[in-house]
């Protein structure tokens, strides 16, 4: 297995760039998850260490060796696609086996890799069947299953369960997370746009935006310190809430003063000379407390509530042109609907903005 080094790696198409300035080291073992909205050049970025897009700035390295020019088959990597792409008048078996035969592997080697993929796959009893008899998630197994046998040094991965249904993507997800777990040693790349997926897989998390990286780390630092206002936004579901306000007390923690009337005090240390400074206050929705005191961060009126078992999501009435508010409280409150409610948060639950999208400290 190996590691990948991206220094200055940047992409265009004529004079568009879609690309710019992607610097990042992925270890050895490392689960890496490409994250971000349609667009934003993740699938690009991902062809591009493949071998399928031409680089057009910047240098790639695997395993300490440049291989901006040299062809995917030379790489030593191997790709699931969105698309199962299997051969339909083969058998699983003759899947999983036609790039060992096209590399000139013996039947017994061939045969013996086969069926330990088959194993780890949970694919025995389907070796002998065409693609047309399999679900879709055994479909997607056995794509992942002919880039095992191969014994890549990077494996990677093109939103391989955005076809499934939402019940066999939970499966499938979790089988994915069961086969790193096999393979410790596995270099993985991982592209979606579903957030639970890049947060319940990832080693660590690359949030790409506007052309570049907006952050790179484990799942709960993207989580917990979002080092600005997308990536708080983009992580988390529901997304985060951003209020506008004032610092008016500064030192160990900071008391806000917000625009439609509540205060909050994070527990966030500031200068003297930060009072007065304009910034957004930002809380999850799963952060709020309801609360029937003088102190509050947010009040308004519950517009919808959704029901959801373990929890309630609350949406409030939208105030002009930010997006409405929302809540989210264990258990079940259907009883809000309509209701005007106070809500608050604990300190350490807090975060500032300023500038418009930086964090105020890290």
Same mark, same amino acid.
Request: aromatic share 6%.
């Given at each position: 297995?190996?590691?990948?080094?991206?220094?200055?790696?940047?992409?265009?198409?004529?004079e568009?760039?879609?690309?710019?300035?992607?610097n990042?080291d992925?270890?050895?073992?490392?689960l890496?998850?490409?994250?971000?909205?349609?667009?934003c050049?993740?699938?690009?970025?991902?062809?591009m260490?493949?071998?399928l897009?031409?680089?057009?700035?910047?240098?790639?390295?695997?395993?300490?060796?440049?291989?901006?020019?040299?062809?995917?088959?030379?790489?030593?990597?191997? !790709?699931?696609?969105?698309?199962?792409?299997?051969?339909?008048? !083969?058998?699983?078996?003759?899947?999983?086996?036609?790039?060992?035969?096209?590399?000139?592997?013996?039947?017994?080697?061939?045969?013996?890799?086969?069926?330990?993929a088959?194993?780890?796959l949970?694919?025995?009893p389907?070796?002998?069947?065409?693609?047309?008899a399999l679900?879709?998630?055994?479909?997607?197994?056995?794509?992942?299953?002919? +880039?095992?046998?191969?014994d890549?040094k990077?494996?990677?991965f093109?939103?391989?369960?955005?076809?499934l249904?939402?019940?066999?993507?939970?499966?499938t997800?979790?089988?994915?997370?069961?086969?790193?777990?096999s393979?410790?040693?596995?270099?993985?790349?991982?592209?979606?746009?579903?957030?639970?997926?890049?947060?319940?897989?990832?080693?660590?998390?690359?949030? *790409?935006a506007? #052309?570049?990286?907006?952050?790179?780390?484990?799942?709960?630092?993207?989580?917990?310190?979002?080092?600005?206002?997308?990536?708080?936004?983009?992580?988390g579901?529901?997304? !985060?809430?951003?209020?506008?306000?004032?610092?008016?007390?500064?030192?160990?923690?900071?008391?806000?003063?917000? +625009?439609?009337? #509540?205060?909050?005090?994070a527990?966030?240390?500031?200068?003297?000379?930060?009072? #007065?400074?304009?910034?957004? *206050? #930002?809380?999850?929705?799963?952060d709020v407390?309801?609360?029937?005191?003088?102190?509050?961060?947010?009040r308004?009126?519950?517009?919808?509530?959704?029901?959801l078992?373990?929890?309630?999501?609350?949406y409030?009435?939208?105030k002009?042109?930010?997006?409405?508010?929302?809540?989210?409280?264990?258990?079940?409150?259907a009883?809000l609907?309509?209701?005007?409610?106070?809500l608050?948060?604990?300190?350490?639950?807090?975060?500032?903005?300023?500038?418009?999208t930086s964090?105020?400290?890290?």
């Open positions: 297995m190996a590691d990948l080094r991206l220094k200055d790696i940047a992409k265009a198409y004529g568009v760039e879609v690309l710019s300035n992607i990042l992925i270890k050895k073992g490392e890496i998850v490409f994250v971000g909205p349609s667009g050049g993740k699938s690009t970025l991902l062809r260490i493949a071998g897009e031409r680089i057009t700035g910047g240098d790639l390295h695997i395993d300490g060796m440049r291989v901006n020019d040299m062809p995917p088959a030379q790489r030593g990597i191997a !790709m699931v696609f969105q698309s199962y792409a299997l051969y339909p008048h !083969m058998t699983v078996r003759e899947n999983m086996a036609f790039a060992l035969k096209l590399a000139g592997k013996s039947k017994q080697e061939t045969e013996q890799a086969v069926n330990k088959a194993d780890m949970q694919l025995g389907y070796l002998d069947r065409l693609p047309k679900s879709g998630g055994q479909r997607q197994r056995v794509a992942i299953g002919r +880039s095992i046998v191969r890549p990077v494996y990677l093109d939103e391989p369960l955005s076809n249904d939402a019940a066999l993507r939970v499966a997800r979790i089988e994915i997370a069961q086969l790193k777990e393979m410790p040693d596995s270099t993985m790349i991982y592209v979606t746009h579903d957030q639970v997926e890049a947060m319940t897989l990832a080693s660590r998390i690359v949030v *790409l506007g #052309g570049g990286i907006s952050q790179v780390g484990t799942p709960l630092e993207l989580y917990q310190k979002p080092h600005n206002e997308f990536v708080a936004q983009f992580i579901s529901p997304a !985060m809430n951003l209020l506008p306000g004032e610092i008016v007390e500064t030192g160990e923690t900071t008391l806000v003063r917000l +625009s439609d009337g #509540g205060q909050a005090r527990a966030i240390p500031t200068r003297e000379a930060d009072k #007065g400074m304009q910034v957004n *206050l #930002g809380v999850r929705p799963e407390i309801v609360t029937e005191g003088d102190e509050f961060l947010y308004g009126k519950v517009e919808i509530t959704e029901a078992g373990e929890l309630t999501v609350l409030f009435e939208k002009g042109e930010a997006p409405p508010f929302l809540g989210k409280l264990p258990g079940v409150h009883q609907r309509g209701s005007p409610v106070k608050r948060a604990e300190p350490e639950n807090l975060h500032l903005f300023h500038e418009g964090l105020l400290y890290r």
